[in-house]
């Protein structure tokens, strides 16, 4: 793999591109140079933000300059080689797929030509990986949905879509972890609890782990 690009973000931050599509093995030299940026910080970095496809890099100017900062990132990307495939943990979720729990599922089944049944067979076959944490704290961006389940946003958001919904968003499908605004289309819910601050490990998830979804009965969920 080539140099990837370094786009400046005002004066005080870069962006480094490696790709402009969601794909696991730009994902992988994403986590390549976060990590090593991070177990050898430059004088001068301030914070990491990783996402599917660049690695936002905030600097102070005053310490670390432009060109520096680009002979790094480059010296990086050369010694890495392209980044060594690494398996995260897997981690099993149970969701409670549709009704009060998954508002849209007919919504999506209507949509996609598909029943019900059908969704929640296909959106649990799967194994997805986490790409990135955001939106809300702990929010999973979760990506390998199966192409017969791509559909649209919500053309008006939700005020509120409650903590450990399901949803699907055209390419992604994701967790709320938090009561929080939404516009996915929402087809189940998890009792478990994706951010705890009661926790050592506060986020649930993280980029790299793997996700497969089980799912279960309105009463296992209140029993859970």
């Known amino acids: 793999m080539g140099h990837p690009k ?3 973000c005002g004066d005080s931050a870069v962006a480094v591109e490696f790709g402009s599509v969601i794909d696991p093995l730009i994902n992988r030299e994403v986590y390549a140079l976060f990590n ?3 177990a050898e910080p430059p004088l001068g970095l301030i914070d ?3 996402t599917y496809r660049s690695l936002l890099v905030q600097y102070d100017p ?3 300059s432009f060109k520096d900062l680009q002979k790094i990132v480059f010296s990086f990307s050369e010694l890495s080689g392209g980044a060594a495939e690494t398996v995260g943990r897997l981690v099993e979720i149970p969701v409670c797929y549709g009704n009060a729990y998954g508002p849209d599922l007919k919504v999506v089944a209507d949509y996609l030509h598909l029943t019900e049944e059908e969704i929640i067979e296909i959106h649990s076959k799967a194994v997805y990986q986490v790409y990135m944490i955001g939106f809300t704290p702990g929010f999973p961006y979760l990506g390998g949905l199966d192409p017969r389940l791509f559909a649209p946003r919500k053309k008006v958001p939700r005020e509120l879509v409650p903590a450990g919904t399901v949803g699907i968003a055209d390419q992604q499908t994701g967790i709320y972890p938090i009561d929080s605004p939404g516009g996915w289309q929402l087809i189940g819910r998890t009792p478990i609890k994706l951010f705890d601050l009661d926790r050592e490990e506060v986020f649930y998830l993280k980029p790299g782990d793997r996700v497969k979804f089980n799912p ?5 969920f209140e029993h859970h």
Do not use: D, R
């Open 6 to 8: 370094i786009l400046p």
């Open 36 to 38: 090593k940026l991070k």
């Open 48 to 50: 990491l933000i990783p």
């Open 62 to 64: 005053t310490v670390l």
């Open 216 to 220: 279960i009965s309105e009463e296992e």
